[in-house]
């Protein structure tokens, strides 16, 4: 069964650190791939998408993440922690399609230390 | 623009009653998904509508069903609700022939006692 696997359901860093918050997509077949931000109470807000351009994505608020076929990861990277940045966070894939099913992993909570 | 707009937004129903939840989708799209998040999990497909028919299906009972209206908003309707379907419900819109990613709506908290 296709699947998406986000390590970590925690993670916490230091403002102004590095942000890695990682996603792994079980599929043979080339994936849409998408990171979506989800505050306290609220619905999912897209940050970035893959769907088979330029390998490395960028997105809003500085995040960024890059598909690697050979790994089958799409990590999402942010150079400098904000406090704004503390959220939960979703890796989702959909196959034929961005306007597809959703399959989610299930979620990392940023934490940023001041 | 609205984005995707959600009603009601928290709404306390007692085990075996039904439920409707109410979804308009974000100008221009057509096509409408549901998704249900339990608390602490990434959300789960239910299914998704385009053209006023149910066109993908996710792993849920017949208790949950759908409905989309020609100006493209849409139900979803829970029957004989479980405390196990307390959770948030999500609206996505996207639109099928620009092949655009989905927009969520803020969501519905169903508490079932």
């Known amino acids: 069964a296709q699947s998406v696997t986000q390590l970590g359901s925690h993670v916490s860093v230091s403002e102004g650190a590095l942000v890695l918050l990682r996603c792994n997509y079980s599929?043979?077949?080339?994936?849409?791939l998408f990171w979506y931000v989800q505050y306290p109470n609220q619905g999912l807000q897209l940050l970035l998408k893959?769907?088979?351009?330029?390998?490395l994505v960028k997105g809003i608020n500085g995040f960024e993440a890059e598909f690697k076929k050979s790994e089958t990861s799409f990590h999402l990277t942010k150079p400098s922690a904000h406090m704004s940045d503390a959220a939960e966070y979703f890796c989702a894939v959909s196959y034929g399609g961005a306007t597809n099913k959703l399959i989610f992993g299930t979620g990392t909570l940023l934490a940023v230390q001041p | 623009d609205a984005g995707v707009t959600q009603s009601p937004t928290h709404l306390i129903k007692t085990r075996g009653q039904q439920v409707t939840l109410r979804c308009s989708p974000k100008s221009g799209h057509d096509t409408v998904s549901w998704y249900q998040q339990a608390l602490g999990q990434g959300p789960q497909f239910i299914f998704q509508?385009?053209?006023?028919?149910?066109?993908q299906r996710g792993n849920f009972p017949d208790r949950f069903s759908g409905h989309q209206f020609p100006n493209y908003s849409s139900e979803l309707n829970v029957n004989a609700l479980l405390l196990g379907d307390s959770a948030l419900y999500l609206c996505a819109s996207s639109h099928r022939q620009v092949n655009t990613e989905a927009f969520f709506g803020q969501g519905t908290r169903l508490t079932v006692v």
């Open positions: 509508y385009y053209e006023e028919e149910e066109r």
């Open positions: 893959y769907t088979s351009a330029a390998t």
């Open positions: 599929s043979s077949v080339p994936p849409y």
